[in-house]
């Protein structure tokens, strides 16, 4: 299982970036993806999950109504679609997979992406 994201850049604050997490070696829809992220200094922390089986989206309450993701089967690649972006919202951004409990535990996946950096100016 591979998992490669991209889409990461320098941003001023207002802008939008959309990550991508090309997925590889297993079968993309039967399993509950996650989008995490992590500052310098900070722990990493959950920012979106989707279940692709039952069509559920969970966000960080950071980022609800700001963020959106999605996916699309035929490119086995997820997406992470950021509007609106905050100073506060700059860290290295990993895409994860094979969730086995909690959407928003990063101990509960598998598999994880090497990270793309966003960084948000003010």
């Known amino acids: 299982v591979q998992l490669q994201a991209s889409g990461g850049g320098l941003v001023q604050t207002g802008g939008s970036l959309r990550l991508s997490c090309a997925a590889s070696?297993?079968?993309?829809?039967?399993?509950?993806m996650g989008w995490f992220r992590q500052a310098p200094g900070k722990e990493r922390e959950f920012v979106a999950g989707?279940?692709?089986?039952?069509?559920?989206?969970l966000y960080a309450d950071s980022v609800k109504g700001r963020f959106t993701i999605s996916g699309d089967n035929a490119k086995n690649t997820m997406y992470l679609q950021m509007n609106s972006l905050k100073p506060e919202d700059t860290a290295v951004y990993y895409c994860a997979a094979v969730n086995r409990g909690s959407v928003v535990d990063p101990a509960e996946y598998d598999y994880w992406g090497q990270g793309t950096l966003v960084t948000v100016s003010s």
């Open positions: 989707v279940s692709w089986g039952g069509g559920r989206t």
């Open positions: 070696g297993y079968t993309f829809s039967s399993y509950t």
